[in-house]
């Protein structure tokens, strides 16, 4: 397998909304990876992070009343590559200005393009 080719990758998804995690999580499975999760809260993905052999990770901004931003930095820790999953035009802080975003509602297409794109990194 390359670093190109996402058949196996393990990825992490965080969302709150189950509609949307469960939309996700069934893409990855479609795609031939392996989602983690999902998870709906900060404390459920920080979990997942310390038990799980990652590739990448999926993060809605907001979850429930809080950001995912606590999130990030034991992701970036273990340099796995991160996306922000958003459907809100509120600048992010400016240490995630280069993070990418892949904005919602997104087109399967565009998505896939994208989460390549973030494997690429892994």
Known sequence: MTGKDPQGKRVLVVDDSNLMAETICDFL?????EPVGPAPTVEKALSLIRDGNLDAA????????????PVCEPLAARRIPFAFLTGTVEP??????????IA???????????????????
């Open 58 to 69: 999926l993060l809605d901004v907001t979850l429930d009343g809080e950001t995912v931003f």
């Open 92 to 101: 992010l802080p400016e240490e995630f200005s280069s993070t990418p975003i």
């Open 29 to 33: 499975i479609d795609h031939g990876m």
């Open 104 to 122: 919602k509602p997104y087109k399967r297409d565009d998505f896939l393009k994208a989460l390549k794109a973030l494997l690429k990194q892994s």
